[in-house]
């Protein structure tokens, strides 16, 4: 149990264009799930967290208006990063919690961002 | 500010021997503790949760806690190859608040 899956696992985009990376929890309803960014050799920062049906919390320094947050469901949240320039390109992982176990956060793959 | 620290490494040990990984952290208003496993290019797997001073043991793993002291330690036993990972420690404090992550330490296990 307790399964995340993101999508897409890789993607390479030129410099201006948007992404859209999804997060889903496919065995259980997500209270809330996060989204994490990790540059090489470098620990796990946290951007955002979101809640379903409401607006997401960003974290301080992480631009809202080009890390968009979408979290339409108890199962899905997508993290679109608009007019992606390459020190845009990491790991972003997002992460969510049970309902009823908000102690514990269960990781999604990691999706690898290239912006060329 | 709140922090988690750890050694960065790489911490060598012999296969089948006990390695010793070690977190400390600054917010004494923590209550949940994390020993999470990150593999290169991959995202982090939990390996241990703990809340209440004292050990806690799963298998080869043993997680450590003292909140006096505001530490953190997770024991390998009989370590292996495939242990070899980077270690992450966190803190949270309750059940709403954000994971604070340390840097990691990387394990390196030789056959």
């Known amino acids: 149990g307790a399964v995340v899956s993101q999508h897409p696992s890789r993607v390479i985009c030129k410099s201006g264009t948007s992404v859209k990376i999804e997060c889903r929890s496919l065995?259980?309803?997500?209270?809330?799930m996060f989204w994490y960014r990790q540059f090489p050799k470098q620990s796990l920062m946290l951007m955002a967290t979101?809640?379903?049906?409401?607006?997401?919390?960003?974290e301080q320094g992480v631009e809202k208006d080009k890390f968009l947050i979408n979290h339409a469901s108890l199962t899905l949240s997508t993290l679109t990063v608009t007019s992606a320039h390459p020190e845009d390109s990491s790991f972003y992982i997002c992460?969510?919690?049970?309902?009823?176990?908000?102690?514990?956060?269960?990781f999604g793959p990691g999706t690898r961002l290239t912006v060329t | 500010q709140k922090e988690v620290e750890q050694n960065s490494g790489p911490l060598s040990v012999p296969e089948g021997a006990i390695a010793s990984l070690n977190c400390t952290y600054s917010d004494r208003g923590s209550q949940s503790f994390f020993w999470y496993r990150q593999y290169s290019g991959k995202s982090p797997e939990l390996i241990m949760s703990i809340y209440s001073n004292g050990d806690k043991e799963d298998g080869r793993f043993t997680a450590q806690l003292n909140k006096a002291s505001q530490y953190v330690s997770l024991l390998i036993r009989d370590s292996q190859p495939s242990d070899s990972a980077t270690y992450l420690c966190a803190s949270k404090r309750g059940s709403q608040g954000n994971l604070i992550f340390g840097k990691g330490t990387k394990l390196s296990v030789k056959p």
């Open positions: 979101s809640n379903e049906g409401s607006k997401a919390t960003y």
């Open positions: 992460s969510a919690t049970l309902a009823g176990k908000a102690y514990e956060q269960y």
């Open positions: 065995d259980f309803q997500a209270t809330t």
